[in-house]
């Protein structure tokens, strides 16, 4: 299982130096892979395209991309760009978002949200292929279009694949899903199950999961809660710590001393998960720098 880490691109807190600094260190202590959100700051698949030309082995990957505002064609040729420029080391990971952000926010129907992720991945996965996009849909219609990006190979797709039309979505057109408030139990059940009911027998499914390595893990799991309050109440996120058995994001979160983290991250790489993202919880002072140094002791044995 290869360890990566999240960074927030967001730019509450970060500059686009700051975002190149935490990808060139989670580089240097030998993790796998770095995954940037894409929420109201910088865009990610961008950030990651400069990060890609100040890196040079590093797997980057976004976690995720909203599709709406971005018709597939678009985001193709940007992701596609970004791979050429990383020298193939880009992983575009895409999803939904929520209906608080496209219909609240956007002004987007989000009424038919699966039918829409499978037009778009219509148009999307030839062109990610390095094939011509033909589709008549729905939400999209595309005719003969194709791509020209020299030095693009083909270019890894993963969704925010969390219920079951998504998850059989996954299976059937991307290489599989980005997960977020998934513990073990749903991980295993409900995922990787519905993945390989649906005919993918091998697929790439990456784990985010808030983690800390600490000893105050009470007042950690507090902190916690506070901060991610909102994954506790979006639909779709709700439903998986449903699944789980899970008052809220806190008590899925990976939270103690390094057996106690050891032993989780090697549950999901039993499980059949083959990324685990680590969303670092900077919960106290030489939080972060302590767990990014924990998980780097890590790689190559899970």
């Given at each position: ?86 020298n193939n080391r880009f992983t575009l990971g895409i999803g939904l978002s929520h209906k608080l952000v496209i219909e609240d926010m956007l002004g987007m129907s989000y ?58 979505i996954a299976a059937e057109m991307t290489d599989g899903t980005n997960t977020w408030m998934v513990g073990p139990k749903t991980m295993e059940s409900h995922i990787l ?110």
């Amino acid at each position: 299982m290869r360890i990566g880490v999240m960074i927030g691109a967001d730019g509450a807190s970060n500059t686009l130096d700051d975002v190149i600094g935490l990808a060139k260190q989670v580089e240097s202590v030998g993790l796998d892979n770095v995954w940037l959100a894409n929420i109201f700051g910088y865009d990610a698949i961008t950030t990651l395209a400069l990060v890609g030309r100040e890196t040079q082995q590093i797997g980057l990957g976004t976690a995720v991309t909203p599709t709406y505002p971005r018709h597939p064609t678009a985001i193709a040729q940007q992701a596609l760009t970004t791979a050429a420029a990383t020298n193939n080391r880009f992983t575009l990971g895409i999803g939904l978002s929520h209906k608080l952000v496209i219909e609240d926010m956007l002004g987007m129907s989000y009424a038919k949200p699966a039918k829409h992720m499978r037009e778009y991945l219509s148009v999307l996965m030839p062109l990610a292929r390095g094939e011509q996009a033909n589709f008549q849909g729905e939400q999209y219609r595309v005719a003969g279009v194709a791509l020209d990006v020299p030095g693009a190979d083909r270019l890894p797709v993963v969704i925010a694949a969390l219920g079951p039309t998504m998850l059989k979505i996954a299976a059937e057109m991307t290489d599989g899903t980005n997960t977020w408030m998934v513990g073990p139990k749903t991980m295993e059940s409900h995922i990787l199950a519905s993945l390989h009911k649906a005919g993918q027998p091998d697929p790439q499914v990456v784990a985010g999961m808030p983690i800390v390595l600490t000893t105050n893990v009470d007042a950690a799991r507090e902190q916690i809660a506070q901060n991610l309050t909102i994954y506790g109440q979006l639909p779709s996120y709700r439903a998986m710590l449903d699944r789980e058995g899970a008052a809220g994001p806190a008590d899925i979160a990976i939270v103690g001393d390094e057996n106690t983290l050891r032993g989780e991250i090697k549950r999901f790489a039993d499980l059949g998960v083959t990324d685990f993202n680590a969303a670092i919880m900077n919960v106290e002072d030489g939080a972060y720098e302590r767990t990014l140094e924990f998980l780097a002791s890590t790689v190559g044995s899970t």
